[in-house]
């Protein structure tokens, strides 16, 4: 006899981030973050308007309710790195939802179309406290790379900078 868990499972529908889905997605994402990231996922969908870009992003539907979403990008060389890349950027599955497989199932979606693409390796930055997602990328089988992410705090230099907005088009 089949768990709740496994029919869920196979009635979930992995397809591509539509800007139908914006309202949905921001609502799973502030009860996981507890944060309004709507700019956010509005640039990923102005982003994906671009017909040059690949949609990337995907969402996880059960019974026309979005319960999970992975956002990624595709580099082809740029930054450096001379293969065809891809990185993860969000990834988020709703509370009621999560030991369901919902994140690999993304994720091996997100995978096989990177795949599909001549894309080499995937990427994707995790804070060190989050000790339950780098499991989770850990099993997907990411390890540390050699490339090392470096930041730079802008916050104290802030009240002190008055630049111009950027201008593309200046040389």
């Not at 996880?60 to 001379?82: K, N, R, S, T």
């Not at 009621?96 to 994707?124: D, S, W």
Request: net charge negative.
């Amino acid at each position: 006899m089949a768990t709740t868990k496994s029919v869920q499972r196979a009635k979930i529908e992995i397809r591509v981030f539509a800007k139908e889905d914006l309202e949905q997605v921001v609502r799973v994402d502030r009860k996981i973050t507890g944060r309004d990231h709507s700019k956010y996922y509005e640039r990923k969908l102005q982003h994906l308007r671009n017909k040059d870009q690949i949609n990337t992003c995907q969402v996880a539907v059960l019974d026309g309710q979005i319960v999970g979403f992975l956002m990624g990008y595709v580099y082809y060389g740029e930054y450096g790195i001379p293969e065809s890349t891809a990185s993860i950027d969000t990834l988020g599955v709703a509370e009621a939802f999560r030991g369901q497989g919902i994140a690999q199932r993304l994720f091996e979606h997100f995978a096989r179309n990177m795949k599909a693409l001549g894309v080499e390796k995937i990427y994707t930055l995790v804070d060190w406290s989050q000790w339950d997602l780098l499991g989770t990328f850990q099993a997907w089988g990411f390890s540390p790379s050699s490339m090392l992410n470096l930041e730079k705090d802008l916050r104290p230099y802030m009240p002190d900078v008055n630049l111009e907005p950027f201008d593309q088009d200046q040389n």
